[in-house]
């Protein structure tokens, strides 16, 4: 069965600089998550799309944004980045139950392992 | 707000014996999922398993299962017949169920599971 595709798989910028982290959600679903994993942490919630409308926002900082496209793939895009940005993030995604096969599961990707020199 | 409180930070078992992890969580909604996310060393997300708070029975797949008590707002895993390969560290995750909105998961700390052979 077809999952969740990030891409890059690693990424490696300098502070100051801006990077974008690509998320293709499974065939169908159409909510999409994003999660920050600092070394030795539990997976924070940043950001989430249902529809391609913002839906849910968490401790997202102000330097990085993110939308949803027409065909569903999301982009988390980080600007000025600062050394503790370095993490691993994951994209999960979930058919809502809005509709009437959903069940908001949500599966993640492999995740982007961004590291700011 | 909702937190989740994994007390066990690690464990270990020896093959094909059986181990529990213990979750409790706080929350005063009634309306809940539960879920238990396996992250092996290649740090991808696994979904191990998913409780809705509505059902009274325990879920189950193949060799995990559940413990939910909703009154104690526990939810254990159970893993019998421990595998080399269920070495990883276990997250236990809660999410609201509000219907008409897509939620952020909360996240444990973790426990680490290391299966010895």
């Known amino acids: 069965a077809a999952g969740v595709i990030q891409s890059p798989r690693h990424l490696i910028k300098e502070k100051r600089e801006t990077a974008t982290l690509k998320c293709y959600p499974i065939?169908?679903?159409?909510?999409v998550y994003w999660y920050q994993q600092g070394p030795g942490q539990d997976p924070q919630f940043l950001i989430s799309?249902?529809?391609?409308?913002?839906?849910d926002k968490g401790s997202i900082p102000d330097r990085f944004s993110a939308q949803q496209f027409s065909d569903y793939h999301s982009e988390l895009n980080m600007s000025s980045l600062e050394l503790g940005d370095s993490a691993l993030y994951f994209c999960?995604?979930?058919?809502?139950?809005?509709?009437?096969?959903?069940?908001?599961?949500?599966?993640f990707g492999p995740g982007t392992r961004l590291t700011v020199l | 707000a909702q937190t989740v409180t994994q007390s066990q930070p690690e464990m270990s078992v020896q093959e094909a014996e059986t181990v529990t992890l213990s979750c409790t969580y706080d929350?005063?909604?009634?309306?809940?999922?539960l879920f238990w996310y396996k992250q092996p060393p290649s740090r991808q997300m696994i979904l191990v398993i998913r409780?809705?708070?509505?059902?009274?029975q325990n879920a189950t797949e193949n060799r995990f299962s559940v413990n939910f008590q909703k009154a104690a707002k526990s939810f254990s895993l159970k893993i019998s017949d421990s595998q080399l390969g269920d070495t990883a560290m276990y997250f236990c995750?809660?999410?609201?169920?509000?219907?008409?909105?897509?939620?952020?998961?909360?996240f444990g700390a973790g426990t680490r599971l290391t299966v010895k052979p």
């Open positions: 995750a809660f999410m609201k169920d509000e219907g008409y909105n897509n939620n952020d998961m909360r």
């Open positions: 929350t005063s909604e009634n309306n809940y999922y």
């Open positions: 799309f249902y529809e391609k409308m913002q839906s």
């Open positions: 409780q809705e708070a509505y059902k009274q």
């Open positions: 999960a995604s979930s058919l809502s139950t809005r509709g009437p096969a959903g069940t908001d599961t949500q599966y």
């Open positions: 065939p169908r679903h159409d909510t």
